[in-house]
Structure formats: C-alpha cells, structure tokens
C-alpha cells in the first residue's frame, strides 16, 4: 500500500505574533504543538518487521483474547450446578482436558474432569477447582464447598474481545505492545516511516577527539550526543558533518539536507552576534523566528524552515542544546514523525537539595535519583560543565515564577527515559 507523502512545512510556521518578547516555556510548547504536523509517509509492515515503529492507524483484533473460555490453573473442572456447601465428593470422568488438546465430549452434570491450565473448558464445565484444594484417588475428587461459579476459568474475549481496539494510532510498538498484537492475530500494520532528522555541527573552533591538542579548538561534543539520542528515539539520525562560521558553505549544507531530512537540528550560531550564520541565513530566506523563550539553560533557539524541512537551530552549548533538544525538539518530532504530541512522564519527588531561583525563567537542573527516593542535582549550574550531563540520570524542572526549594519539598523530575 502507497501513500502520498504529506505536504512539507509552510516558511511561516514558526512565526511569532509582533511584539512577542520573552515567551514563557509552556507557551512556546502550546505554539509548537498547533504549528507541527505529520511529514512522514506510512507503509504496512509484517509485525516482525514493525518494532519500534509508530502505528499510523489502529491494530485492531482480529480474534479475542482469550479466543474461547479455558482454565486458568491445574485442576478439576465440573458444572457448578452440581456443588453445593460443604464436603463435595464428585465421580471423574474418563480422559482429560490440556491446552491444545481439548476434551471431545461432554461432562455430565455431577461428575468432574481432569483439566490442565489452558484447556477449553469442555462442554458440561464451567467452573474450575485447584489441584491443592482437592484430594483424588484416581477415580474420585472431593474438596470442600462452596465454590465461587466460574472460579479458575477465564472467559472468552476478558482481556481482548474480537474487532477491539487493541493498540491505538500513534503508539510506538515496544515489547509489550508486540505480544499484545501477536496474540490478537495482527500480522501486518499499518505504520509510519521513520522520521529522518540531520546533525550539524557549526563553528569555526570546533574539531574532533583524535585529530588535534589545539586548547583554541572544541571537540565537537553536540553532534555524536544528538546523534545517539535521535538513534535512541528510534528516528533516522543523518550525519551532516560540520561547518566552519562560513555562511555559503552552510547554505550548500542546508541545501544537500534538506533534500534528505524530514527535520535538521543545527547546533552553534543561533544567536545574533556576527559569527552566527545559522540564525542568519534563516532570517535570510525570511523563515526565522527566534523564539526568546524563557528558559535555563537554553537561549537562544532559533527555529526556521529550509525547502519546507524545519531546522532546530540550538545553541552551541551542549547543555543547553541537550535541555532544548529533550524539551523543545522532542515533542515537535513526535508530531512530525506521526506519534502526536508528547509530554514527558514526570514524577513529583522530595528534593535533596535546596535552592532559591528568582521568577522569568523556568530552570532545568542536572538531577538523579538517590537511593532513598529523593532527587539530587549537579553542585554546578555551570552550563559548559559537561560532566554534569552524564553525572545526571534526568533533569528537575522548576517552574518559571520565584521558588525556594528545601531539604524534602516535592519537585518535578523527569528521567531521561521519558523522552525517548
Ligand atoms: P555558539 O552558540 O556558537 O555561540 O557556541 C556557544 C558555546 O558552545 C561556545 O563555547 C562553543 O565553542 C560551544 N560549542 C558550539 N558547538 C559545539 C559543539 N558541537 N560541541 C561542543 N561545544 C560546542
Ligand atoms: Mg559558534
């Protein structure tokens, strides 16, 4: 099955209205979320093929989970009519009952069948008592009543019934939502193609580790990290080097990716000072838009568009384009790549740290989980200390107006993991 492609960004999508100065953070979400839309294509893939991949359209069941009422445990299966309170003492019937090999017949009402875990439930049984509740000797059962109807059995269809809605559009197919389609019957599906997002490093001081000692150059730090995140976020990571400060050679770059990348993260010379041409070229062909928006580590993010291709121009700092990448270019690919708009999972912790902040800015903070359930943060704020990063399992959030955070008080944290 073919589909056209969806149509690519208009220039205009990361407008600002005028006279937009600082732009709280939630603010510039909500803008992001109504300018992005799908640009991805769709295909059907065989289920093997499809982990990983977000459903475009809902997997629904083709039979119920469980396809037929059987029995949930080893036992004895019987019609409950036929018990009552007290000591029970039931006839067994000839043969058995196993999963895979159903018994052929009925069971006559008073008398109990040998039924293992996963059987159908033979015609003339409905409910199921325990094998350690139970004594036999090969001819009869007995065990203690009542019993509850229908105890030990599992209907037809209680989990998942036929033509349900088993995974929704828009979920990433992980290991769980794998066994959940496979034991519904789905073989094939309907999902989007990944979302292509290039890397480009900018400026004229960055190297690479191996290649020189020069203390005037930076090793390039930004494009291995988003990268291997863009990798982790299951999207098509597309290498596309690095550029010195040199504003045709960045054109040429921009040109090259924007015929092969859905989306292009740049990090370096977003800001307005004479070296930074990412955020002059993009006010150049008249797509840029700085978004001022108010947040730390994170200025300036300067967001445009290239041949219809959005470019997530973020700043040099790797911090600070970390922080932006996971807040502001996360959610944005999620729409474009087909899986809808996504919020991070947080989780409101007890702090173990205390800090004042004053108001205009919400702050990411370095954070990790202590053993004892509370969260701590990097000692510097230090926005080129690198090693906090990966000192960090996730960051804390702390919101845009004054805060005095102490030793116990709940916080927001949010794990790497929850925006992947
Ligand atoms: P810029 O946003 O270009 O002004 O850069 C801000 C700071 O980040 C400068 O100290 C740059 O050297 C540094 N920087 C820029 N790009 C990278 C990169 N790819 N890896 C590591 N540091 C970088
Ligand atoms: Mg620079």
Request: glycine share 12%; aromatic share 6%.
């Amino acid at each position: 099955m073919s589909e056209l492609t969806p149509p690519r960004l208009k220039n205009d999508c990361f407008a600002l209205p005028a006279g937009v100065d600082w732009t709280p953070v939630d603010e510039a979400l909500d803008r992001l979320r109504e300018r992005m839309s799908r640009v991805v294509g769709q295909e059907t893939l065989p289920m093997g093929e499809a982990e990983g991949r977000v459903l475009a359209a809902d997997a629904v069941a083709i039979r119920a989970n469980p396809p037929a009422a059987n029995a949930a445990v080893d036992g004895y299966g019987m019609a409950h009519a036929a018990t009552g309170d007290g000591d029970q003492t039931l006839p067994l019937a000839e043969g058995r009952a196993a999963a895979g090999a159903p018994f052929a017949g009925a069971v006559p009402t008073g008398s109990a069948l040998r039924i293992l875990t996963g059987a159908l439930l033979p015609e003339g049984v409905d409910t199921v008592v325990l094998d350690e509740d139970v004594s036999t000797d090969g001819a009869r059962v007995a065990f203690e009543g009542p019993v509850r109807k229908g105890s030990n059995t599992r209907r037809a269809g209680e989990d998942v019934s036929a033509g349900d809605v088993a995974v929704p559009s828009g979920r990433r197919l992980g290991p769980p939502e794998i066994a959940l389609l496979a034991a519904v019957g789905v073989t094939d599906v309907l999902v989007n193609r990944p979302l292509r997002v290039g890397v480009l490093s900018t400026g004229d001081e960055l190297s690479v580790p191996g290649k020189t000692f020069d203390p005037s150059r930076t090793y390039d730090a930004n494009r291995p990290m988003l990268l291997a995140l863009l990798r982790d976020w299951r999207m098509e990571a597309v290498d596309l080097g690095h550029v010195a400060d040199d504003r045709v050679a960045l054109r040429v770059r921009l040109d090259e990716a924007s015929e092969r990348c859905d989306a292009i993260l740049t990090s370096g010379g977003a800001s307005a000072g004479d070296e930074d041409h990412v955020s002059a070229l993009l006010g150049e062909n008249g797509s840029r838009s700085d978004w001022r928006i108010a947040l730390k580590p994170g200025r300036p993010l300067a967001l445009g568009v290239w041949e219809g291709v959005p470019v997530f121009g973020l700043p040099g700092n790797p911090v600070a384009a970390l922080v932006c990448t996971l807040i502001f270019a996360r959610p944005a690919f999620a729409v474009l790549g087909g899986e809808g708009w996504k919020v991070p999972q947080g989780f409101m912790v007890p702090a173990g740290f205390e800090k004042t902040k004053k108001p205009g800015r919400r702050e990411y903070l370095r954070a990790r989980m202590k053993g004892d359930g509370s969260v701590e943060v990097f000692a510097s704020e230090g926005s080129g200390r690198i090693s906090g990063l990966a000192w960090a399992d996730g960051l804390v959030e702390l919101p845009d107006g004054p805060v005095t955070v102490r030793a116990g008080d709940a916080v927001r944290y949010l794990p790497y993991a929850s925006f992947r």
